[in-house]
């Protein structure tokens, strides 16, 4: 099992799908079906980055992290600048959410998702990828600079390991972990990012551990040239650059293929024509979740049954039903880099299907471009008689995973959420969209021509708002 695996607090004892295992092997991940190693580009060298060694001025004890913390603030007072991040605070700035009067601050602290659904109420679990300490329920104080954990981003031991509220487990090796500290690694990233919503590849479809030490053919930017992904993800004062459209509407704090690669390099004038309707990700990630699958549908409403056989794959008591989708080829929709966005309350048509995030932008558009998504489609808790998605408690003492009783569960939800509960509830549709920036193919995979194009068109042209295959019928009006 690798590290990144390893180290995480919530991986199941089995969480992919078909014959993917994970072997005791530091940083390495096999393909589905196969126990060999990925390829290697000629000359590859896994990389690291130069660092100060911590290991001569770490104390030989600590009594507990906020020790850690307290000691790594003295020599890096700056390292409070974490506190004004949306990593601490699970919210971003002030913002207008489109349909909706005036700014609020959004972010995963306050905001519904169609995976594990609600963070408040279930903070004892969730808080688990959290970069504090502590944090158990609504009382977390966010002021109190000891309980930033340094180490989940920095250690590089292997020993480390996040349990309930984000305090470390009693194996984790406190020591050992600070003397380990560097540069933010793969795995540091990846511990949380891919593995959000209760497991690997659950939430993302282009982000999950093969891309600790990927083959080039899995990402170009990392199997062959070693990027770490602070390499992209810029940081300035501890706000990294990035933007995760699961929790924001805009794209202030973005990042872009262009910033590297800042003219075309297709040498074809018809490629780079290209450009203006189509994204950069749409040629170069022609499939995703390549070596480890990606959960695709989440049904809450099957959940509880205690007649079903479980399988990590398909079915668990506490969850649901699910499905989970290998090398799949994405889906496609206009996007000019904002969506729209669910808030909690807002009034949903239980007949229909609900769109937590959609992208915003169309055909005449001129700032959209078609982009390759990721769209998870769930069918989960709503409020019958307010017609409102809602916010159950799954875990704790008596959370619907201790006693399966829905009602239950949205009594609690009710509470921590300040949300209204009219009594009645069922189970609603609805999809969510995650804009595909990871696993970039080598340029030789990217897509040609007739696979846009042409009888075997993986674009529903039609749905894009072209008359037919623009090849034939003309480009944008």
């Known amino acids: 099992m690798i590290s990144t695996i390893k180290r995480h607090p919530r991986i199941t004892s089995a969480v992919v799908a078909g014959s993917v ?55 890096h007072p700056d390292a409070r600048e974490v506190m004004k991040t949306s990593h601490w ?7 207008e959410v489109p349909g909706h009067p005036g700014k609020t601050r959004i972010g995963k602290k306050n905001l519904i998702n169609n995976f594990c659904i609600a963070t408040t109420g279930n903070e004892k679990s969730c808080m688990k990828c959290h970069a504090g300490y502590g944090w158990l329920d609504q009382s977390f104080d966010f002021t109190k600079e000891e309980n930033v954990d340094c180490l989940v981003c920095h250690e590089r031991s292997g020993t480390y390991v996040k349990g309930v509220g984000g305090v470390p487990t009693k194996g984790s090796d406190l020591v050992a972990a600070a003397k380990s500290v560097g540069t933010p690694g793969r795995q540091n990233c990846l511990t949380c990012h891919a593995f959000g919503g209760g497991g690997e590849a659950v939430k993302h479809g282009d982000l999950d551990s093969s891309l600790v030490h990927p083959g080039t053919d899995v990402d170009v930017h990392i199997g062959k040239h070693g990027f770490l992904c602070v390499d992209c993800h810029l940081t300035e004062k501890h706000q990294i650059k990035g933007r995760a459209f699961s929790v924001g509407v805009e794209d202030s704090n973005g990042l872009a293929c262009t910033e590297c690669h800042t003219k ?17 990700q749409t040629c170069h990630v022609p499939t995703f979740a390549r070596t480890l699958p990606t959960k695709a549908t989440w049904d809450w409403s099957k959940a509880g049954d205690p007649t079903r056989a479980e399988n990590p794959h398909s079915y668990l008591k506490i969850k649901g039903e699910f499905t989970y989708e290998q090398d799949v080829v994405p889906e496609y929709r206009w996007f000019n880099l904002t969506v729209d966005r669910y808030l909690m309350g807002d009034k949903i048509d239980p007949k229909g ?13 001129p700032t959209a471009k078609i982009w390759p998504f990721k769209i998870h489609r769930g069918n989960q808790p709503y409020d019958a008689g307010n017609d409102y998605l809602f916010p159950p408690t799954t875990g704790g003492t008596n959370g619907f995973w201790t006693n399966f009783d829905w009602d239950n569960a949205f009594r609690l939800g009710a509470k921590a959420n300040g949300l209204p509960y009219s009594g009645q509830y069922g189970f609603a549709k609805t999809e969510m969209y995650w804009p595909l920036t990871h696993m970039v193919a080598p340029k030789e995979k990217a897509l040609g021509c007739t696979d846009c194009h042409g009888e075997r068109s993986r674009f529903d042209w039609t749905a894009l708002g072209y008359a037919g295959d623009p090849m034939k019928t003309g480009g944008r009006p």
């Not at 100060?52 to 906020?66: L, Y």
């Not at 075309?264 to 950069?280: G, I, N, T």
């Open 21 to 75: 295992l994970a072997a005791a092997i530091v940083a390495s991940v096999v393909r589905a079906n196969s126990s060999e190693p990925p390829p290697r580009a000629a000359g590859y060298q896994k990389k690291t980055r130069a660092h100060f060694d911590h290991a001569p001025v770490i104390p030989g004890k600590f009594e507990s992290p906020q020790e850690v913390t307290r000691t790594c603030l003295g020599c």
């Open 89 to 95: 605070t699970w919210l971003g700035e002030e913002v």
């Open 264 to 280: 075309p390099e297709h040498k074809d004038a018809r490629l780079d024509a290209h450009l203006k309707s189509v994204a950069c």
């Open 353 to 365: 299907v609900t769109a937590l995030n959609p992208p915003r932008g169309g055909i005449g558009d």
